[in-house]
């Protein structure tokens, strides 16, 4: 839920490099140190600063909340009592579309209501029945759409959170591997390389996913290169730690560098494989590190695929049309009613209206009406835009993933792993390549 953002710290001991770590607080961020020591330490700087990031979409006013928002962190008690009724910040009832759609519909139903009163023979051109029987079928037929639309949606939601996670996992297997083969040992600067730029491509594509706005169309080069270049000053604002310059130098000049990046880690395993730092090209270990990478780049495919590739605009569009069409007959259906209701009150005479009976079914009927009507069609709406919302999960706001927590925990199970795999209990860190 939306909170003050707390401050985050690395749990791993750091009793071994106090020094290094008293030196480094004492200089800037971007000082002029070496990149060998930059590297070999990326963990350490990024679990002391996880700070948190800015989206770079902001569905609502509110830049601080915005910021906050995680749309999975919430309290299931909160929505299994009653005050599930009473909450609307940030839910589909705050949208303001969904209340103008509403007040259309009224105002709708209020003309219908006062062209009926004033002009009494086109009643007879309307049959009340048939336009009723018309709605409640729509009412089914919408409810059924819109629930394999929803059901959809969510399946996309969940594919996008589950490839993006293995994404993360993927990194992390690279550097078990790793240290379980006695790379680490030898290596450790070629292996921290591969964890960073596996973190790297994990952040780049976040960034590149977060950047998308509703509605936007396809950008032009000038566009694409200005988004590619806030993309990198936000990374740059964020995690300087986690490229030198003549990295930045050669990815910004490829939209999907966040995919490339993948070509740089085959290609550094490899290196590595031929230099005899990990078993060679032959064995089953450089076939898994290779699989593992060619997994990694399959999650980059799906995640990006869920947002590229939308549900055709035939079925958006249809779903759409049924929607509104229903709300325009039930609000037909309303005013009718209002009218007809409003013809007896005033065409009956006192003594009929002293009838509890006669009143009780006058209303009755008006407010049964206005609940069909009227509250089931702005259901329907809501679930629709629950719907449009939850089919895009890097663009609106209230159903993004949590991407931003993975890459946190991420971050932190690496230095975690980092500093296990370097100080074993009772033996010694294996060594493939004796030096």
Known sequence: MPGQPKETRSPFPTSTAEDVLSDAEKQPLLSARSAKSDRSCWWQTSSDSLEDHRPAQEFQEGPDEDEEWDSTAYDLSTVTSWHALFMLKRTAFNHSSLWKCFGCSMLLSTAVALVCFFVPNLVGFLNFEKLQKLSTFLNVFVGLMISFFLSSAMTRWYVCVNSFCELLDAVRTMQMTLIAVGAFGCQKERCDTVCRYGILSAWLLFLSLDAQTPGQKEASPLQIQEQTNGIWQQLETTRPHLFVPKEKTVLMQHQDSYALLWTWVASLIGRMAQDGDIPPMTSPTYGKLLTTIQQAYGCIRDTRGVLLIKSPFIFIHTLGVLVHTNNVLNAICFGLVLCASTTASLGASSLELADRKVRAKIYAR?????????????????????????????????????????????????????????????????HFKKT
Do not use: H, T
């Open 366 to 430: 008006l407010i049964m009406q206005l609940l069909v009507s009227m509250l089931g069609p702005v259901l329907y709406l809501a679930i629709f835009n629950v719907s449009v919302c939850v089919n895009q999960p890097f663009i609106y706001q209230e159903a993004k993933i949590p991407a931003l927590r993975f890459l946190k925990f991420a971050e932190l199970d690496l230095a975690g792993a980092a500093a296990i795999g370097n100080n074993p209990p009772s033996w010694g860190r294996p």
